[in-house]
């Protein structure tokens, strides 16, 4: 079973490509179809994060940390020191 991180980073690399795809020289109608499949995808990311996870900032987040599910399972936010976004099925 595909687990929602494993989708996300699915996601994330899929926009990794589309950025690729739009650095490189098309036309200006390629170009704009690789702009809407990017906010597709943008979306797509923020609905799965907001549908299956609770962002949990520090000190709060510690106590998730041993569990062991959490490796596999609790997504870094990059932009808050130590928080976490925790699946809602834990919190």
């Known amino acids: 079973?595909?687990?929602v991180k494993n989708k996300v980073n699915a996601v994330l690399e899929s926009i990794g490509r589309t950025i690729s795809e739009l650095t490189?020289?098309?036309t200006i109608e390629e170009q704009k179809e690789y702009q809407e499949d990017f906010k597709e995808r943008?979306?797509?990311i923020v609905?799965?994060?907001e549908e299956t996870y609770t962002l949990v900032s520090w000190p709060e987040s510690q106590e998730y940390m041993e569990e062991?599910?959490?490796e596999e399972?609790?997504?870094l936010n990059?932009?808050?020191s130590l928080a976490y976004f925790i699946p809602t099925k834990y919190v």
């Open 68 to 70: 062991e599910w959490f």
């Open 1 to 3: 079973m595909e687990t």
């Open 47 to 49: 609905e799965l994060v």
């Open 73 to 75: 399972e609790a997504v």
């Open 78 to 80: 990059h932009e808050e």
């Open 24 to 26: 490189n020289h098309h």
């Open 42 to 44: 943008c979306y797509e």
